[in-house]
């Protein structure tokens, strides 16, 4: 082998130095405001997603007030049928598509890649891709609202409602492009996730040593790969009927709105399990952390959560069983959705059986788990009375159904998430919410949810019918009514509280010491690192032995089965100081670029072609671009490298592999 | 699921070897994504199969319309297409960059004939009565065949954007994985095509 | 792996790659796939020429005979031209986990449509 004058190949085997086509330089800020744009690190990606899907839920909830306040009395007249029509869909495809999805895709995105021991994931642009594709899905959702009405066919869009005909307004187009662009932006995420978690596993890390979230995300990522496509399919005819006058759904022409009604369905029942298991994921590991003991039964949590995800597929038609699909399809569905409820019940009992026996600690935390726990099994027990056929006949489009789903996705998918944010708080921003106002915020929130959607139970056993935008009198809607709409302004109130608590523990912890890499004496590998992350996450990366590895590093059992410290947390946890050589994917503008196109094509397909060729043309022309850039800039950080100088390529050089050994080359580029 | 252990102590380098499962990152995401283009296009090929026939009087239908011979000749185009794609992967994998270039170049030729077919065919058929929004057949149809033409379309500019990073010699042999993973794609849209020929033009 | 900066086509002498094809035994493998995916396919073109010899036009013989040829065209460019023969299992398994899913769902969606009874 020669020593050439060229200049050395990277060992990923990317391109020499070169300008990205001249027209930019490489961004290279890692902090400032502008450093977001281009960042491609998974825990500034998180970040931004966890930041976007609460300023959407702020929006949806203003929407949700909106409802609550027109049906506070009986001929409400706050909006009329139109307005209504408009905002509770928009209110359930904000909630559903930009806030409980993409909370799911923040813890993900940050926490999975440290639960792993990884350095980032395995794409890191198409990373910053995804996140920015599903702000421009968001924003151009909700630029309906300018541009002449939002949807109005409510979140699941039946056929032939959705057509021109009924619908006449843009408002479905935003509804059906904006959907299709977050859709790309979840197929990216969930492949991007999958391969991580597939390949990027620290030393030892087999898969039934993952972390439960880990775990989660892995199946939950997976029923998005599989279900979005088929909502994208069906997206397509609903697009060619709206914009190209196609014969999908439309009735004389022999189309059938019981299609739409199928592929929907197929797409959204994954789409529920989806949502609901990176919470459940996010308890499985908090709830032991406050109960000083290894989950109970992880094999049994983990294989719950995979039959959750397989038997998720075959449960679609009990969201139909007024269709006329007929008795035998009635009676596999409900059989089949009686089924699912085994897997959810085993979870709900090694939750409960981690917690017997344990020193609990009642943190604010813990406190929305054991919220989550009790408020998913009423949801999931009326769950269970839908699975019984000739009662859902019955429940069909009442407030019951409203009760159920918001028990199951804000008593449950929520309420982990809050566990969540008060849990991870410290170790993403440096700093301890405050307890008191946690513990305040978690019983406000408890008890306005309660009152807004237990009455709803009641509501719709009496008859009350959903998506009606108002009542008469004398049926006795009024009451329960009433307390619903309490009920959602102290809901919204602890919302509040909860943004008041992250700026006000902000400026107090000004004048508290750092919390430490491990506030709460926790198991899991990501606890090992200082707190806020560093950007290379772990220097060293661990080799990791066994399932809660990090606990077993910190205590050891007696012979009686008695649990000893055997180590301080300052001798197992890894320090901010000293130098910290390692090698990260370099920053791009190129998936911000890419996403803006994405839009802009939206808009040209509803109101101008010519913007359609803009939009194409940029987002095109950002993905060319993007597969010529090297995933390293090459001009930048490799002062360090361990093969800088003499090595050529083959003669691998593993004597440095120690900074490097977690692969910050590891990225090979897709070309498309 | 798999062995979690296959690629565990290997401290080689290459991209390849580092992962835990000893698949490339690329490699294991286009098949993930091609696990995912199976539910997009079952959703069509269903759409289709739900809705075969017109109503009476709304314009020809399958059997009205369909070439089999002509559409038997560009499948087997595409069928061909995939032969000359797979040897381009063996070529680059050899180091041989010219028998690179040449099976590239003929992919792209068999691929462009199939679109070009493609177009042809939907002349013919418009030239018969059938828009695309003449029944629920049509729409069906040109849906669904139309989509698949995209991918094809895209999958002769990725083809093309291989043949001209080779001409600047921009694709060494270490990176043959990309000619493999464009050659998964390409693959890909055969198989679905196989799928359509049986199921929408022979199976009645 | 070659020298990183000798790549290109002035390094590689194609005269000493006309052999290639024997020196490398899968081209000859791929060859014969294709001619057997080509048999195939003339195989579909015949039943639907002569539907008689498998009980007519849409009988379930036809159907059947379509479905497997099918079937086997599918199965075997997957597994020769896509390298599943050769690559890891993992690979497999994902992607027809993905297909069997799309089958499964659909089957039954269009079983609930009653598109098999339309005739």
């Not at chain 1, 009990?318 to 006329?324: A, D, K, N, R, T």
């Not at chain 1, 007929?326 to 409960?352: C, D, E, Q, Y």
């Not at chain 2, 017109?54 to 595409?78: E, M, R």
């Amino acid at each position: 082998m020669t020593v050439t004058d060229a200049p050395l190949e990277l060992t990923s085997g990317d391109e020499p130095p070169r300008r990205t086509l001249g027209v930019f330089a490489r961004p290279t800020a890692s902090t400032g405001w502008r450093s977001w744009f281009t960042s491609v690190d998974h825990k500034k990606i998180g970040v931004m997603y966890g930041a976007t899907a609460l300023f959407f839920f702020i929006i949806g909830g203003v929407e949700a007030l909106l409802i609550r306040a027109q049906l506070w009395a009986p001929r409400g007249t706050l909006l009329n049928a139109d307005q209504y029509n408009q905002v509770f869909t928009m209110h359930g495809t904000t909630m559903i598509f930009l806030v409980v999805m993409p909370i799911g895709a923040a813890f993900a995105n940050y926490l999975m890649p440290l639960q792993i021991g990884a350095r980032d994931v395995a794409f890191p642009r198409i990373n910053a891709f995804s996140f920015w594709a599903f702000l421009a899905g968001g924003i151009f959702l909700n630029s309906s609202w300018f541009l002449g009405g939002g949807a109005d066919g409510g979140w699941f869009m039946y056929a032939p409602n959705s057509t021109v005909t009924f619908s006449p307004s843009n408002g479905i187009d935003f509804w059906n492009i904006g959907l299709l662009i977050t859709g790309i932006a979840s197929l990216t995420g969930a492949v991007n996730l999958i391969v991580t978690v597939l390949n990027m596993r620290a030393p030892g890390m087999t898969l039934m040593k993952m972390p439960v979230f880990t775990w989660m995300t892995l199946v939950s990522q997976f029923l998005l790969l599989f279900a979005i496509p088929v909502l994208t399919s069906a997206q397509f005819l609903l697009l060619f009927d709206r914009n190209f006058d196609a014969a999908f759904f439309d009735v004389a022409k022999g189309g059938q709105p019981l299609l739409w009604e199928h592929l929907f369905w197929i797409f959204g029942h994954p789409e529920v399990y989806l949502m609901i298991l990176p919470a459940f994921g996010l308890v499985s590991d908090i709830l032991p952390v406050f109960s000083r003991k290894p989950i109970f039964g992880y094999t049994f949590i983990v294989f719950s959560g995979v039959a959750i995800g397989f038997m998720g597929w075959g449960v679609w038609a009990h969201h139909m069983f007024v269709s006329g699909i007929g008795p035998v399809s009635v009676l596999v569905f409900s059989l089949a959705t009686m089924f699912i409820a085994v897997p959810t019940g085993v979870k709900i009992l090694n939750w409960t059986a981690t917690m017997v026996g344990g020193k609990i600690k009642l943190t604010a935390p813990m406190l929305f788990c054991i919220g989550l726990i009790t408020m998913f099994t009423i949801g999931g027990l009326s769950g269970v009375t839908h699975s019984v056929a000739p009662a859902d006949t019955q429940q069909t489009d009442t407030y019951y159904i409203v009760a159920h789903f918001h028990y199951v996705l804000f008593g449950g998918a929520f309420f982990g998430f809050m566990a969540g944010f008060y849990f991870y708080w410290p170790k993403v921003f440096g700093y301890l919410l405050n307890e008191k106002l946690g513990k305040a915020n978690f019983w406000l929130m408890f008890v306005g949810f309660n009152l807004t959607f237990g009455p709803m139970h009641v509501l719709g056993l009496q008859g009350m019918s959903r998506r009606i935008y108002t009542y008469d009198a004398g049926y006795g809607f009024e009451f329960w009514n009433r307390l619903a709409t309490i009920g959602a302004f102290l809901l919204a109130s602890s919302i509040a509280l909860f943004i008041f608590n992250i700026f006000y523990s902000k400026s107090k912890a000004k004048n508290l010491p750092n919390p430490g890499p491990d506030p709460w004496d926790a198991r899991t590998i990501e606890w090992m690192i200082p707190s806020p992350t560093p950007v290379y996450n772990f220097d060293p990366v661990p080799t990791v032995e066994r399932l809660d590895d990090f606990w077993y590093r910190k205590y050891g059992e007696t012979e009686d089965g008695r649990l000893v410290r055997i180590a301080s947390t300052e001798e197992v946890t890894q320090s901010a100081e000293g130098e910290h050589n390692v090698h990260l994917p370099s920053p791009s503008y190129w998936p911000l670029v890419a996403a803006i196109g994405l839009p802009i094509i939206g808009w040209g397909l509803i109101f101008t072609w010519w913007l359609c060729l803009i939009g194409g043309l940029l987002t095109a022309g950002a993905l060319y671009a993007w597969a010529l850039e090297p995933p390293d800039d090459p001009e930048a950080g490799h002062d360090h490298h361990p093969h800088e100088g003499s090595a050529p390529e083959g003669e691998v050089a593993v004597s440095d592999a120690e900074t490097d050994e977690a692969g910050a080359d590891r990225e090979v580029e897709t070309v498309g | 699921m798999f062995d979690p252990e296959v690629g565990k102590g290997v401290e080689a380098f290459h991209p390849t070897h580092d992962t835990n499962t000893g698949i490339s990152n690329t490699k294991l995401a286009m098949w993930l994504f091609l696990g995912s283009e199976c539910l997009l296009f079952g959703g069509l090929i269903t759409t289709y199969l739900v809705y075969k026939y017109p109503l009476p009087g709304q314009g020809p239908g399958p059997q009205d319309v369909f070439d089999i011979p002509f559409t038997s000749a560009s499948s087997f185009v595409l069928l061909m297409s995939s032969l000359t794609m797979v040897l381009a992967v063996s070529a680059i994998e050899r180091g041989d960059h010219h028998r690179l270039r040449a099976w590239l170049v003929a992919t792209a030729l068999l691929g462009s004939a199939f679109v070009a077919g493609q177009v042809y065919e939907f002349t013919a058929f418009y030239n018969e009565g059938l828009g695309f929004t003449t029944s629920r057949f049509s729409s069906a149809f040109y849906g669904l065949t139309g989509f698949h033409g995209v991918h094809v379309t895209v999958g002769i500019i990725m083809l093309v954007s291989m043949l001209l990073l080779s001409l600047r010699g921009k694709l060494p042999e270490h990176k043959a994985e990309s000619v493999e993973i464009v050659g998964l794609y390409w693959h890909f849209v055969d198989l679905v095509w196989i799928l359509i020929f049986a199921v929408v033009y022979l199976i009645p | 792996m070659a020298n990183p900066t000798h790549y290109g086509e002035d390094s590689v002498s194609t005269a000493v790659l006309d052999g290639a094809e024997d020196a490398y035994p899968r081209n000859r493998l791929y060859v014969q796939i294709a001619i057997v995916l080509a048999v195939l396919t003339a195989l579909e073109v015949m039943v639907h020429s002569f539907p008689g010899v498998f009980g007519g036009m849409g009988s379930p013989g036809y159907v059947a005979a379509l479905l497997i040829t099918m079937f086997a065209k599918f199965w075997a460019v997957g597994y020769f031209f896509m390298h599943l023969k050769w690559d890891n299992k993992v690979l497999t398994r994902l992607f027809y986990t993905g297909f069997i899913l799309a089958v499964f769902v659909y089957v039954a969606l269009m079983l609930m449509m009653n598109v098999f009874s339309q005739g």
